[in-house]
């Protein structure tokens, strides 16, 4: 995979400019979209006429966009390990589920042996059983929890090829989640619940203290309020803060040294060691960032569904997290965002909906939904045959991905395939 | 000169620390496992063994599967994730046509003859699904970043579950069986006919499978082109074509083992392949990926493994069964990923 082609010497200089200024732009449309999406739902939706509202409410549920805010921040996290750094990670969903089972730990009233109750400026009624943190303290504790992990996970297994890399992160994604389905009784101590899951957590509010909520006009919005199911805005706020976090931190590391050793490890292995990049360190920080940000989305996804269950934590999660990252460019993280949104929409809104209208329409009774594997199947299979790179691809990634096929007579002449 | 660089090659290399420690974790974890099995045949001899035989009848159809990952990896060295969820296929294609276009019930020579033309009509469509897959996606890549490959091979084992979910249902399915409950009864431990059918099956294929790589012209083409296919090319093998016809008999071998697992457990499932290619995956490991024996070794140590721990006394039950393959799967990619009968190797930079 060397990435010796001509081009990429010469345009070496200019594109770290330009690489900001991209980035200044895509970061301001982030935020403007993010803004007007809440301005909109908040105040401009209730003044809408009734069919308005319901063909939003519909289509565009605030539901919706949370859930793929969630997608948004694992595939960020997915985004770091295999798109800078080249490591292919198919079990992506153990962090996401020990993220969720650290949410459902630290924020309910499962540990009811604990009879009096942990709290830490929750804002869960008093005089529980179980534990109680600040959600924003449990998303810090499962991300490290997490972090831990992807370094237990990791430290043996990155020293092998590649191929086999991705097999032994799928063993780990089929085990973590077969851990907790059958851990609810481990010499009579229940760790998980089993397939009866966590449920419900404990509401969250936006911030521990301050006004419970604030008026403007026709809408509320909640301060330290405990949100409810239907307090979908708030947590809107929350996720959209998150998921930039996610994005900030991922684009930082990107641009420093650690980033740059990412991305040489990626492109070409003993190039990078002979330059004095670290490889197991760099690898294992690596997987350390990614499964921090999978803690994080496992925590946020635990609160969007108020619940955890271990039948949620399937390889086909693991999957549609690699078809966001392949469709929207690796390496690039606007592009997996970008891949993300659109594909959780379409997954969990988009295809059901149309499928319902079209059934309407046509009088027919087609499953729409259970074609999201033929969908994400082809993705994956399109992209690779057709544009490896992604739809919003990367310079760099490009020029790596898109690399001159060999002609086989450049083959004989000591290539080494 | 030369007598001291036979001296140095004679002399044995000195083991690492970690080599030693390694080494010394796998004999205690190999001797744990014999006490523990010891132990388990004395609490109940006759349970030992009807879960054993129950294991070897799993562990033929890994092995079955098993040998397609191991063929496709030792000519193109691709972990056809794919593989499974064409065994998938091949079970409820076996259905299809033995029950539905058929019309096989249960026993009777007219019925063995229906599941033996289904065995040869599901193995050609598997073999024409797989061919079809390595034509449209896996050639074209050939020459690419080896990420490519692997994530086009999720991606068709993605499709070909869609197709298992269109053809089979989102539940599973309930098949009647040609081959009736019951079996050889010897004393108080029963061989079931479903054991020696998939022995019947699995042996022949074996036997057949090895002559084809070891003594055919066409199996010559193929270990040529596992070695180096620049040098095949250039001594006139059409290489395209051998590779079409390793994926051929590979997507063979996976239409027998959907069949012998329809004629087994009497039940389709769309979202089978993923677990079961995935446990094959490991035995073909366990075996040494690329070993044909290997993989037969492999297939036949996991089936017993899992059966022994469904069933003894002493087992952790089924529920943690994927979970212990699947640690087993870790553990070796992690100390011996060459296998049993792999030979180490160096990745070329």
């Known amino acids: 995979m060397a990435l010796s082609t001509p081009e990429a010497v010469d345009t070496a200089p200019a594109k770290s400019d330009l690489t900001s200024a991209h980035t200044k732009k895509w970061a301001l449309w982030f935020v403007g979209i993010a803004v007007a999406v809440w301005v909109f739902y908040t105040f401009f939706l209730l003044h809408l006429p009734t069919g308005v509202q319901t063909l939003v409410r519909e289509w565009m549920p605030l539901g919706s966009i949370n859930e793929a805010l969630v997608w948004v921040i694992c595939a960020v996290g997915l985004n770091i390990v295999v798109g800078y750094a080249g490591l292919l990670d198919l079990g992506f969903v153990a962090f996401w589920a020990i993220g969720g089972y650290t949410a459902g730990w630290l924020m309910s009233t499962f540990f009811n042996q604990i009879s009096n109750g942990i709290y830490f400026l929750s804002a869960a009624p008093p005089n529980q059983p179980g534990i109680h943190l600040n959600f924003w303290l449990v998303l810090v504790a499962a991300g490290c929890v997490c972090a831990g992990a992807g370094i237990i996970i990791g430290a043996p297994t990155l020293r092998l090829k590649s191929d086999y890399l991705a097999l032994v992160t799928l063993g780990f994604g089929e085990i973590i989640p077969q851990v907790f389905l059958n851990a609810e009784n481990i010499h009579g101590f229940n760790l998980s619940n089993g397939a009866k899951g966590i449920a419900p957590l404990d509401n969250i509010s936006p911030l521990p203290f301050g006004p419970s909520t604030i008026t403007i006009g026709k809408a509320t919005i909640a301060i330290s309020k405990p949100l409810g199911p239907f307090d979908v805005t708030a947590k809107y706020v929350i996720f959209v803060l998150v998921a930039a976090f996610c994005i900030f931190v991922s684009l930082r590391i990107r641009e420093g040294r650690l980033g740059r050793a990412w991305l040489a490890i990626r492109e070409d292995e003993l190039a990078a060691s002979m330059m004095g990049v670290p490889l197991m360190r760099t690898k294992l920080a690596a997987y350390a960032v990614g499964a921090f940000m999978g803690g994080l989305g496992g925590v946020v996804y635990a609160v969007h569904n108020n619940s955890v269950f271990p039948d949620r934590f399937n390889f086909a999660i693991s999957i549609i997290l690699l078809a966001m990252v392949v469709l929207g460019g690796m390496g690039n993280v606007w592009g997996v965002i970008v891949g993300a949104l659109g594909l959780a929409w379409f997954n969990s809104t988009g295809l059901p909906q149309f499928g319902d209208s079209f059934n309407t329409q046509f009088g027919t009774d087609i499953n729409f939904p259970s074609y999201n594997y033929l969908l994400f199947g082809s993705i994956l299979v399109l992209m690779m045959l057709f544009r490896r790179e992604g739809l919003f691809p990367e310079t760099r990634t490009r020029q790596v991905l898109q690399e001159a096929e060999r002609s086989d007579d450049e083959e004989l002449d000591g290539g080494e395939a | ?349």
């Open chain 2, 1 to 349: 000169m030369t007598i001291t660089a036979v001296e140095a090659a004679d002399s044995r290399p000195v083991l690492l620390r970690r080599e030693k420690i390694e080494r010394g974790l796998g004999i205690a974890l190999l001797v744990g496992v014999t006490i523990w099995l010891i132990w388990n045949f004395l609490a109940g001899p006759v349970q030992f063994i009807n879960v054993g035989l129950a294991g070897l009848r799993l562990g033929a159809i890994y092995a079955l599967i098993a040998l397609g990952y191991t063929l496709v990896y030792g000519i193109i060295e691709l972990i056809n994730f794919a593989h499974g969820d064409l065994f998938m296929l091949g079970s409820v294609f076996s259905a299809i046509v033995l029950v539905n276009w058929l019309g096989a019930g249960t026993g009777g020579a007219k019925n063995w003859a229906l599941m033996v033309l289904t065995l040869l009509i599901v193995m050609a469509l598997c073999a024409l699904l797989n061919v079809t897959a390595e034509r449209v996606a896996y050639r074209r890549l050939r020459r690419a970043p080896k990420l490519a490959p692997l994530i086009t091979a999720v991606g068709i084992s993605f499709i070909f579950q869609w197709f298992g979910l269109v053809l089979n249902g989102s539940a599973p399915k309930s098949w009647p069986k040609v081959i009736p409950e019951g079996g050889i009864v010897l004393g108080p431990v029963t061989i079931e006919w479903s054991t020696i059918l998939v022995t019947i099956v699995t042996v022949p294929l074996l036997v057949g499978l090895s002559y084809i790589v070891q003594r055919t012209r066409q199996g010559k083409a193929m270990r040529a082109t596992a070695q180096d296919q620049d040098a095949a090319r250039l001594m006139g093998i059409n290489v395209d074509r051998t590779i079409a016809f390793t994926f051929a008999l590979g997507g063979a071998m996976a239409g027998a083992a959907g069949l012998l697992f329809l004629e087994t457990f009497g039940t389709t499932r769309y979202d089978a392949g993923f677990q079961l290619g995935l446990i094959a995956f490991t035995a073909a490991v366990l075996g040494g990926i690329g070993n044909l024996q290997g993989a037969v070794l492999g297939g036949v140590l996991i089936g017993l493994i899992q059966g022994f721990n469904d069933g003894l006394p002493y087992g952790f039950g089924q529920k943690w069964s994927q979970t212990v393959v699947f640690t087993i799967l870790i553990l070796l990619m992690v100390f011996k990923p060459e296998g049993i009968l792999g030979k180490p190797t160096i990745e070329k930079v």
